[in-house]
């Protein structure tokens, strides 16, 4: 999907719905259109980008040796840059709990609550 949505060109009918529907879900909030597209692109911006982060990563969910061969060399990866000093951040939580995190549903329904919890203390009371 990441790498098809970058070669597609920006514009279609099916962009186009789905801006149009999601600016309309906007709409009763009484705020500039201007700033419903910035809330559109927002949420837009993050979905998408949680869905290529995903893709990215590596094989995931499938329980094949392609993927414990790449959950192990992106441990092992991790450790040698913590075991330097130089990450004390990521040490602390260690390379399995920093793999894990993105595969965790709770980690993108947690940060899409952030940013709509954000957005809403923006526009106000609606």
């Known amino acids: 999907m990441a790498t098809a949505r970058s070669r597609l060109p920006p514009l279609g009918p099916n962009l186009m719905r789905h801006v149009e529907q ?6 009763g909030l009484g705020i500039a259109p201007e700033r419903r597209l910035l809330i559109l692109r927002a949420v837009d911006t993050y979905a998408m980008g949680n869905a290529e982060a995903g893709f990215s ?19 092992a990866y ?5 075991s330097s000093g130089a990450y004390p951040g990521i040490a602390e939580l260690g390379a399995g709990a920093l793999l894990r995190a993105g595969n965790d549903p709770l980690t993108f329904d947690t940060g899409l609550a952030w940013l709509l919890d954000g957005i809403a203390a923006g526009v106000g009371p609606r």
């Open 78 to 82: 991790l450790h040698g840059l913590t």
């Open 22 to 27: 999601s600016l309309a879900c906007l709409a």
């Open 57 to 75: 990563r590596g094989p995931a969910g499938t329980g094949s040796a392609e993927e414990h061969g790449w959950q192990a060399a992106a441990e």
